[in-house]
C-alpha cells in the first residue's frame, strides 16, 4: 500500500460543482502540501501545513480550501469549480526533523473541469 | 524574481551519458533537489544539495556550484527505464521549493 494515498486518483466535473480531493498518509510526518501540475509548468503550491493547528497559503491559493482533519489526513476543496483547475494534484508530507525536507508524494488526483 | 531554467527535452541512447542542466534566481538558497517522475506518476527523490560540489549515488550524479547559481543532473549508463522527466527544484529563503517545469528525457535504443 502505498505511504501517501490520494482520492479520486480521476475525477470529470462541471462548472459550479464542489469538489474535494482528499489525502492520507502513513508516514508520521508533521508537514503535508497540495500540489497542481500543468503541462509546462513546475509544480505551484496551494496550501501547506506544518501541523494539525498550522494552515498556511502556498503561491495559487486563490479558488482553494484546505482542512488538516488528523496529522494523517488534509483535504483539499475546489468550492466551485472552474475549467482553468483542471489538472493534476498532488499531495505530498516530509519530515520536519529530516535534513534534506525530502519530499514523499501520493499518486496524483487528475482532475477536468468541463 | 524567481526563476529556474532547464531543458524542456532531451535525447540520449541507451548505455550512454546525460547531462541535464538546472540554472536558478531565487530569493535565498537552502539547498536543491532533483526528482524523477515518470509520466502520470508522483515524483520520487533523486538528490539533494546544499553545498558546492558534486554527489554521487550510483548511476546519478548531482553538481551544484552556488555562485554560479548552476546545477546539473549526470545520469550513466541509460537505461530505458530512465525515460522520465527530470525536475529541479530550489529551496528559497523562506524553505519554500520553486520549481522548475522539468525536463523530459528521452532513451533510444
Known amino acids: 500500500d502505498a505511504d501517501v494515498t490520494q482520492t479520486p486518483r480521476n475525477r470529470i466535473t462541471k462548472t459550479g460543482k464542489r469538489i474535494m480531493l482528499e489525502c492520507s498518509q502513513t508516514k508520521g510526518h508533521d508537514r503535508m502540501y497540495w500540489y497542481r501540475q500543468d503541462p509546462g509548468l513546475g509544480l505551484r503550491l496551494i496550501y501547506y501545513s506544518f501541523d494539525v493547528k498550522d494552515i498556511n497559503k502556498g503561491e495559487i491559493s486563490d479558488g482553494y480550501s484546505v482542512s488538516r482533519q488528523a496529522q494523517a489526513k488534509f483535504s483539499l476543496s475546489l468550492e466551485s469549480a472552474i475549467p482553468n483547475q483542471t489538472a493534476l494534484y498532488f499531495c505530498a508530507t516530509s519530515d520536519q526533523g529530516a535534513d534534506t525536507g525530502e519530499l514523499f508524494f501520493g499518486e496524483g488526483s487528475r482532475l477536468t473541469v468541463l | 524574481g524567481q526563476n529556474i531554467d532547464q531543458p524542456t527535452e532531451m535525447t540520449a541512447t541507451e548505455g550512454a551519458i546525460v547531462q541535464i542542466n538546472c540554472t536558478y534566481q531565487?530569493?535565498?538558497?537552502?539547498?536543491l533537489f532533483w526528482y524523477q517522475q515518470h509520466a502520470g506518476e508522483a515524483p520520487t527523490f533523486l538528490s539533494y544539495?546544499?553545498l558546492d560540489g558534486l554527489e554521487e549515488k550510483g548511476r546519478f550524479s548531482s553538481f551544484l556550484s552556488r555562485s554560479k547559481g548552476y546545477s546539473y543532473l549526470l545520469l550513466k549508463e541509460l537505461q530505458m527505464k530512465d525515460s522520465a522527466s527530470y525536475l529541479c527544484a530550489i529551496m528559497d529563503s523562506n524553505y519554500q521549493l520553486i520549481w522548475g517545469a522539468g525536463t523530459k528525457l528521452i532513451i533510444k535504443p
Open positions: 531565487t530569493s535565498g538558497f537552502n539547498g
Open positions: 544539495n546544499v
